[in-house]
């Protein structure tokens, strides 16, 4: 395998590297889109698993629409489709001929569900409506980077409707929480997490929530969002329900969700130079056991030691890597790059002193451990030290590199040196937001509460 550009040097380039070496994807032959590999797919299937079981427990249902969204149905609410226009693709033509409606590929997919909830919704008895899809989106980005911005990608879409603000607010909230629970449960990601100010919040929306995680480039990055929609779809869809004195009522909508833009946030915040860290509880692959030896009969000793320890480890995602083509310096590089938790290493010497020799991917900590210690409840102990190692990292990081500041001249020296983030007062004019933005480069992430009233998080962002 070849060798990753530096990552403080070049950390494009660094991150290219990585996804190419570690299998996660390639370009594909559409431009801005790429193709999952095996791998690459896999990190995304334990992230579905993780947050469909979420997003159940929140008492959401899984739903599927169509892709295709006629014209007519997207053009109902203005706000909503002034914002996403420059993003949109079109199908004008098929079936040999041209369209006599133009069909919108989703860019999101508020306007054909809430279409639908007019014809769903009905008295108060109908509500809260919850309803979740696992779906492909399609925006027309000029410039892609694999994972963080393609013109394609995979992601959940949340979308409820309630009686009230109420019920909305608390639906925004929860899903808010849900997202910063996975962030820093399973991702092992801390996250700053809060309201959007206006001129940054989704289109058509009442208000956004979100997550932000901070990448070791010293740039933002959103890993999830929240919105209440208020009922201005609801307008727009004539969405009604009579309430218990039977009067005509608009409801109240939020729409949230997480994309594929999550394996990017995995690697910009946990890689380092030798490639990815997975966090365990997200790994595909928890443990990999390479199999160390010579001469044939080293190998049927070997390879039987290890076939019997993967036959011990229960309920641990566990490989044996016993490619006899491949050396094992070659071997410890490739589940490195792959961010691969735990590595266990296993020859005639261990064999001979009834040990094995266990490494850390998150800090490259090399321990032997005796054979009989080596089962599903120690190994499963470290992983959780790996799990807590890699959270502890990236929060001294975001600490590290989140400075408040009185001044926008000291704001500007901050994010041209250092980036990260940085709390300075803001007055709530969009100007102000844009003057600064054309200074620094640097966007509004989240507004101040509580002790940061008054103020703004300022980042550069991807």
């Keep these: 395998m070849s060798r990753l550009a530096d990552q403080k040097k070049d950390f494009p380039q660094w991150y290219l590297?990585?996804?190419?070496?570690?299998q996660l994807s390639e370009n594909s032959e559409v431009r801005g889109c790429i193709v999952f590999k095996p791998y690459g797919y896999a990190i995304?299937?334990?992230?579905?698993?993780?947050?469909?079981?979420?997003?159940?427990?929140?008492?959401?249902?899984?739903?599927?629409?169509?892709?295709?969204?006629?014209?007519?149905?997207?053009?109902?609410?203005?706000?909503?489709v002034e914002g996403f226009a420059p993003e949109c693709a079109v199908v004008t033509y098929g079936g040999g001929k041209e369209l006599a409606e133009k069909l919108y590929i989703r860019p999101t997919s508020e306007t054909i569900i809430y279409a639908t909830f007019a014809k769903w919704i009905h008295s108060h008895r109908d509500l809260p409506l919850k309803i979740n899809q696992w779906a492909n989106i399609v925006r027309w980005e000029m410039r892609t980077r694999p994972f963080l911005r393609t013109m394609e990608f995979l992601w959940q879409e949340g979308h409820t409707a309630h009686a009230n603000k109420e019920g909305a607010d608390e639906m925004a909230q929860a899903a808010l929480k849900m997202y910063v629970d996975f962030d820093r449960e399973t991702l092992a990601i801390p996250v700053m997490a809060g309201i959007k100010p206006d001129h940054e919040k989704f289109a058509g929306a009442l208000y956004t929530l979100s997550?932000?995680?901070?990448?070791?480039?010293g740039k933002a990055i959103q890993a999830g969002t929240s919105h209440n929609l208020g009922s201005g779809f609801s307008e727009a869809y004539d969405v009604s329900f009579l309430d218990e004195e039977g009067k005509a009522q608009r409801p109240w909508m939020t729409s949230w969700g997480v994309s594929?833009?999550?394996?990017?946030?995995?690697?910009?915040?946990?890689?380092?130079?030798?490639?990815?860290?997975?966090?365990?509880?997200?790994?595909?692959?928890?443990?990999?056991i390479v199999p160390i030896y010579k001469s044939d009969e080293e190998k049927e000793k070997v390879l039987k030691a290890c076939s019997d320890l993967v036959k011990s480890f229960n309920g641990i995602r566990v490989k044996l890597?016993?490619?006899s083509e491949k050396s094992p310096g070659f071997k410890f590089n490739e589940w490195e790059v792959k961010g691969v938790p735990l590595r266990i290493e296993l020859g005639p010497k261990d064999l001979e002193k009834n040990e094995v020799t266990?490494?850390?991917?998150?800090?490259?900590?090399?321990?032997?451990?005796?054979m009989a210690d080596c089962s599903s409840k120690s190994v499963n102990a470290i992983l959780d030290q790996v799990q807590a190692g890699l959270y502890d990292q990236a929060k001294k990081f975001m600490e590290d590199n989140?400075?408040?500041?009185?001044?926008?001249?000291?704001?500007?020296?901050?994010?041209?040196k250092d980036g990260g983030f940085v709390w300075a007062p803001?007055?709530?004019?969009?100007?102000?937001?844009?003057?600064?933005?054309?200074?620094?480069?640097?966007t509004i992430r989240l507004l101040g509460e509580g002790d940061k009233e008054g103020m703004a998080l300022f980042a550069k962002a991807y």
């Design 402 to 416: 989140t400075r408040t500041v009185d001044s926008v001249e000291e704001m500007v020296k901050i994010l041209e």
């Design 44 to 80: 995304w299937e334990r992230i579905q698993q993780d947050m469909d079981r979420r997003i159940k427990e929140l008492g959401v249902d899984n739903v599927y629409f169509p892709m295709l969204i006629p014209e007519s149905i997207m053009a109902k609410e203005e706000a909503h």
């Design 211 to 217: 997550t932000e995680a901070l990448a070791k480039d």
């Design 426 to 442: 803001w007055d709530g004019d969009i100007k102000s937001a844009d003057q600064i933005q054309k200074k620094t480069k640097a």
């Design 17 to 22: 590297d990585v996804i190419e070496q570690a």
């Design 358 to 370: 266990v490494v850390r991917r998150d800090t490259g900590e090399k321990v032997s451990m005796k």
């Design 260 to 288: 594929t833009r999550l394996i990017g946030t995995l690697i910009v915040v946990h890689g380092d130079e030798k490639g990815l860290r997975i966090p365990p509880k997200l790994a595909p692959i928890q443990v990999v």
């Design 321 to 323: 890597d016993d490619r």
